[in-house]
């Protein structure tokens, strides 16, 4: 798979409560499937979605408290690769954002962060562990 590029969205990933609801909804009228990836630490799978085989074109993670506290509703948030997310971030914060968490680390994946931008929409940023093209 390519590198993204600086500034593209790179992934989606849906934020649930009702997991098993989710994928029965969206392998009825989507077609996908999906296989899990162990969280471990007691923790529910991290769940790739799939369209048309082997191809993941996104992640679902349920949302359990104190992470997700009641009020936090169920949510899709999206990805874009950055070059520095911890740049980034600064960046962000210098221009209006607010960083709601992060920058941390994902063992295998990257480092990113969850900005909430001047406008009260959130985002994540990603630095890919392959880095950027």
Not at 13 to 37: C, I, N, P, Q, Y
Not at 84 to 112: S, Y
């Amino acid at each position: 798979m390519p590198k993204p590029r600086h500034g593209e969205f790179m992934w989606n990933e849906l934020m649930t409560r009702d997991d098993d609801r989710a994928l029965d909804f969206f392998g009825k009228v989507l077609g996908w499937t999906h296989s899990d990836w162990p969280m471990g630490d007691g923790k529910a799978p991290y769940r790739l979605l799939k369209c048309g085989g082997d191809k993941s074109v996104a992640g679902m993670m349920k949302m359990t408290e104190p992470e997700f506290p009641p009020q936090v509703p169920p949510h899709w948030m999206s990805y874009i690769a950055v070059d520095n997310v911890d740049k980034r971030a600064e960046l962000a914060k210098q221009h209006g954002g607010q960083i709601v968490h992060g920058p941390m680390d994902i063992p295998q994946v990257g480092r990113f962060c969850i900005v909430c931008d001047p406008t009260g929409a959130m985002v994540a940023f990603m630095t890919p562990q392959g880095g950027t093209a």
